[in-house]
């Protein structure tokens, strides 16, 4: 098992920053490829980021391709996702989550934090 807990959320101003932080404990951090999903009131939950192991490949969804980067250390059982030039579409619950492979879609993925809301507003 891996409990997963998301932290940082926040309201900021479109244009703002925010870096959220996802803490594991459990089994190895290092084990597994981390992704950070989100979920507008009303929408389904979508991808928006996902990290390999080691760190060395990342992936975005188009959406925030260029605005948001995702990072981990591995020393602290953390991944980040630094969030910048934040507009109001990107109002949601953010979540964490821990998989096998770095991917795109929720089903490769086996374990989910609770959330941390982010509200930009205009």
């Known amino acids: 098992q891996v409990q997963l807990v998301e932290s940082g959320g926040g309201l900021v101003k479109a244009g703002g920053s925010l870096r959220l932080s996802c803490a594991a404990s459990?089994?190895?951090?290092?084990?597994?490829?981390m992704g950070w999903f989100r979920q507008a009131p009303g929408k389904e939950r979508e991808f928006a980021a996902t990290?390999?192991?080691?760190?060395?490949?990342?992936d975005y969804a188009d959406s925030v391709r260029g605005r948001f980067i995702i990072s981990r250390d591995n020393a602290k059982n953390t991944v980040y996702l630094q969030m910048n030039s934040l507009k109001p579409e990107d109002t949601a619950v953010y979540y964490c989550?821990?998989?096998?492979?770095?991917?795109?879609?929720?089903?490769?993925?086996?374990?989910w934090g609770r959330g941390t809301q982010v509200t930009v507003s205009s």
């Open positions: 459990g089994r190895p951090f290092s084990a597994y490829a």
């Open positions: 989550a821990a998989g096998k492979t770095a991917a795109m879609t929720r089903k490769e993925y086996d374990y």
């Open positions: 990290i390999n192991w080691s760190g060395r490949s990342t």
